[in-house]
């Protein structure tokens, strides 16, 4: 028998969520959805030990909660995040195996992501911004829209993080990755219209570069009711996610200049293929000017 069967799972889980934390860095947000995903392998396993589950264990979890209505999409991330798990488990708690290698999901329709057009974007950025709330929408939308970053990462900037005499943003993504993104000239001129209000608003202690209306730092959850917010009020139906501005950005960037591989590093993707559903935007943009324009195209009446 070997040590791993004395440990407790309860612990080894939270080891391994620290190491997830404080060793590889991983959001706030990405380690609860890991706790999320080991909580309920442990569930499953009931009173199996963790180093004691085979392959076919693994298989009748995956087949019942496929049965309970999870998608082949959230199957995939929750049997990746027991992958995960029993890798540490091997390296730093003596199991000799990982029952979840070769181990696959049940196929997930692909679902591309949604995007709003470039008359959307200029019309969901098109408000006047004169109070100290409209002050700052205005900014962080601009800002969303111009460099394709994610609301975490929105979130958590800082004032130092913002060049204007080259107009770019380092962000720091997704396993502590940073990378410099440009930022547009629309974008510039609203965040130093903020960044003149921010001052008058600024709490004792406080660094987030944007801001409540009480002077703290804006949360992420924030930041995304008030954006769906002001997108109606632009009279736009759709339902406006921070997530769709960087889709925004990354179609219609891909859309003009046909560079991949700049999109793949603005967006702080690690592998191009993650990247690569955005041809298929730019694939159904291009088939609708062929419809449109081309002679051959039009449908003899």
Same mark, same amino acid.
């Given at each position: 028998m070997s040590l791993a069967t004395h440990d407790n799972p309860a612990a080894v889980a939270a080891a391994y969520l620290s190491h997830l934390a404080n060793e590889r860095r991983l959001s706030p947000l990405t380690c609860t959805s890991y706790a999320r995903d080991i909580a309920a392998l442990l569930q499953l396993a009931e009173?199996?030990?963790?180093?004691?589950?085979?392959?076919?264990?693994?298989?009748?979890?995956?087949?019942? $909660?496929?049965?309970?209505? $999870? *998608?082949?999409?959230?199957?995939?991330?929750? $049997?990746? %995040?027991?992958?995960?798990?029993?890798?540490?488990?091997?390296?730093?708690?003596?199991? *000799?195996?990982?029952?979840?290698?070769?181990?696959?999901?049940?196929?997930?329709?692909?679902?591309?992501? &949604? %995007?709003? *057009?470039?008359?959307?974007? %200029?019309?969901?950025?098109?408000? *006047?911004?004169?109070?100290?709330?409209?002050?700052?929408?205005?900014?962080?939308?601009?800002?969303?829209?111009?460099s394709g970053l994610r609301v975490a990462e929105l979130a958590s900037l800082q004032p130092e993080n913002l060049s204007f005499s080259d107009g770019t943003v380092r962000v720091t993504g997704k396993g502590g990755r940073t990378r410099v993104v440009p930022v547009g000239?629309?974008?510039?001129? %609203?965040? &130093?219209?903020?960044?003149?209000?921010?001052?008058?608003l600024l709490t004792p202690g406080e660094t987030a570069l944007f801001l409540s209306r009480h002077g703290k730092a804006i949360n992420?959850?924030?930041?995304?009711?008030?954006?769906?917010?002001?997108? $109606?009020?632009?009279?736009?139906?759709?339902?406006v996610h921070p997530h769709m501005l960087r889709h925004s950005f990354a179609s219609h960037l891909l859309q003009s200049s046909g560079d991949l591989r700049a999109v793949q590093e603005m967006l702080g993707h690690a592998s191009i293929s993650t990247t690569q559903v955005y041809t298929h935007l730019d694939f159904q943009h291009l088939a609708k000017v062929y419809d449109a324009a081309h002679p051959r195209a039009k449908k003899k009446s």
């Open positions: 009173a199996t030990p963790l180093d004691q589950l085979q392959i076919h264990h693994l298989r009748r979890f995956i087949a019942k $909660l496929h049965a309970q209505g $999870l *998608s082949g999409r959230s199957l995939a991330r929750r $049997l990746s %995040a027991w992958r995960g798990f029993y890798n540490y488990l091997a390296r730093d708690h003596g199991y *000799s195996s990982n029952p979840c290698a070769g181990l696959r999901a049940p196929k997930a329709p692909k679902n591309l992501p &949604h %995007a709003l *057009s470039p008359d959307e974007a %200029a019309k969901l950025l098109e408000f *006047s911004a004169e109070d100290p709330v409209a002050l700052c929408d205005k900014a962080m939308f601009e800002l969303f829209y111009s000239n629309q974008a510039i001129q %609203a965040l &130093h219209a903020w960044m003149k209000l921010r001052a008058t992420p959850r924030t930041i995304s009711q008030r954006l769906k917010t002001r997108a $109606l009020q632009q009279g736009i139906s759709a339902n």
